[in-house]
C-alpha cells in the first residue's frame, strides 16, 4: 500500500508475533514499491525480522536501535541525513524503534519530544515511519503518549486508524516546555560575558571539564556548545549574561542566561530543534549546540533568555556515541541479520 505525503505511525504491540504482524509486511510492501527500507530495531528484532523477510532481507539497511536512539536532536539529524542521501525521488519507509529503557524522567521527556518533532521534520516529504512500541516492557504512561506524537496508530498487518489523542507538536512541546528543570543558583564560580569577551567563558569551561577529568573530544564538545549559546546571547540577548557550571550525579550542567534585548522577539517555532535550511537567518547555533550536548533546554521571553546544557559524565557500561556522527551514518556498518 501506498500513501500520499508524510506518515507517521505508532505501532503498539504484546507478542513477537503481532510485531512481525505490523513490520514485515510494511518492509515487504516497501520494497515492492521500490522504496528506500531502513529497519532500526532493538537486535533481537533484528533476527526477529531477517528470518520473516528470509532472502529480502539483504535488501532492507538494518541498524541497532541503540546505535540510533542515543540523543533526540542526534537522532532527528541522522534521520534527517539518511533521507537526504537515500531520497531523492523515492520514499524512505522506516521501522524506527525507540530506545526508552534506563531514561531518566528529563530524557523520556525529550524523546517524547523528538516523536512529536518528526511530524514537523519531515511534513514536507514523503516518508513513512513506523515506530514499534514494545508493550510488555514500557509503561503505561508511555504507549498513552504514543497515541499523542502520532498521527496514526497501527492496528494489523495494513490497517492502520487516525489517533484519537493526536496532538498538535507546538501544543504538546508547549506543554513539555511547562516541566523544564530549575534555574541554577548563583554562585562564586559564575562567569560574567560581554561583547568581544567570550574568552573567559572557554577558559572556564576548560578549567572545570579537566577538574572533572573530562576527555579532550568531550571538552571540546562542551566549550563549542556553550560557545554557541554564548554568541547567540551577545547578538539577541543585549550583549552580555552569564554562564553557571555545576555537575550532579549524572551530568555536567552549563547555564546561560542573559537579560533580553528591548524590541528583539523570541525565535519562533521549534528553536535548534530541527535542521536550519540555508536560507533560515536564525537557529543555526542552537542546532549545532543540541547535536554538541546530550541534552539542552531553553527559556527565551522578552525578559531574557535561560539555555541549560547537559553533557553526560561517563559512566561504566553506557553505550553512547560521538556528536561527530550526528549528520552521518550511526556508529558501525550496517547489519544483517545475524544467521543470514
Same mark, same amino acid.
Given at each position: ?13 504484546s507478542?513477537?508475533?503481532e ?11 516497501g ?6 527500507v ?14 520473516a ?11 541497532d536501535a541503540?546505535d540510533?536512539?542515543d ?10 541525513a ?15 524503534e ?9 530524557e ?12 514537523v521534520?519531515f511534513?514536507?516529504?514523503g516518508?513513512?515511519?513506523l515506530?514499534p ?19 496514526e496508530?497501527?492496528?494489523s ?5 487516525s489517533s484519537h489523542?493526536?496532538?498538535?507538536p ?5 506543554? &513539555?516546555?511547562?516541566? #523544564?528543570?530549575? =534555574? ?9 560575558f +560581554?561583547? *568581544?569577551? @567570550? ?5 572556564a569551561?576548560?578549567a ?30 543585549g550583549? &552580555?549574561?552569564?554562564? #553557571?557550571?555545576? =555537575?550532579?550525579d ?7 542566561? +542573559?537579560? *533580553?534585548? @528591548? ?9 535548534g ?17 543540541r ?12 525578559s ?18 560521538g556528536?561527530?556522527?550526528?549528520a ?13
Open positions: 500500500m501506498n500513501r500520499a505525503g508524510f506518515v507517521h505511525q505508532a505501532l503498539c504491540y507478542s513477537d508475533e510485531f512481525l504482524s505490523g513490520t514485515a509486511g510494511f518492509l515487504r510492501n520494497l515492492d514499491a521500490g522504496d528506500a531502513l529497519a532500526v530495531v532493538r537486535e533481537d528484532n533484528i533476527a526477529l525480522l531477517g528470518r523477510l528470509g532472502s529480502r532481507s539483504r535488501h532492507v539497511e538494518f541498524a541503540r540510533w536512539y540523543l533526540p536532536s542526534r537522532t532527528l539529524g541522522r534521520y534527517h539518511h533521507c537526504g542521501r537515500h531520497g531523492g525521488d523515492r520514499r524512505v519507509r522506516i521501522v524506527g525507540p530506545v526508552w529503557t534506563g531514561r531518566d524522567a528529563f523520556t521527556r525529550e524523546w517524547a519530544r523528538y516523536e512529536s518533532l518528526l511530524n521534520a511534513a514536507g516529504t516518508h513513512w515511519i515506530c512500541y514494545d508493550t510488555r516492557v514500557l509503561s503505561g504512561d508511555l504507549v498513552r503518549t504514543a497515541l499523542r506524537t502520532h498521527p496508530v497501527a492496528v498487518g495494513h490497517v492502520a486508524v489523542a493526536y496532538a498538535d507546538a501544543d504538546f512541546c508547549a506543554e &513539555r516546555d511547562g516541566q #523544564r528543570p530549575p =534555574r541554577l543558583p548563583a554562585g562564586p564560580g559564575d562567569t560574567r +560581554d561583547r *568581544g569577551r @567570550s574568552a573567559a567563558v572557554r577558559r569551561l576548560r572545570y571539564a579537566g577538574e572533572l577529568g573530562l576527555s579532550e573530544e568531550r571538552t571540546h564538545d562542551m566549550v563549542a556548545a556553550v560557545h554557541e549559546v554564548v554568541v547567540n546571547s551577545v547578538r539577541y540577548g550583549g &552580555r549574561g552569564v554562564v #553557571r557550571l555545576r =555537575r550532579d549524572d551530568y555536567v550542567v552549563c547555564e546561560v542566561s +542573559d537579560d *533580553g534585548a @528591548s524590541g528583539t522577539a523570541p525565535p519562533e517555532g521549534f528553536p530543534h530541527l535542521p536550519p535550511g540555508p536560507p533560515v537567518a536564525r537557529g543555526h547555533g542552537l542546532w549545532l549546540a547535536q554538541l550536548s546530550d541534552l539542552l533546554a531553553e527559556e527565551f521571553g522578552p531574557g533568555s535561560v539555555v541549560q546544557l547537559y553533557f553526560r559524565l561517563p559512566r561504566p557500561g553506557l553505550r553512547r556515541t556528536a561527530a556522527s550526528a552521518g551514518p550511526p556508529p558501525g556498518r550496517a547489519r544483517r541479520p545475524r544467521g543470514r
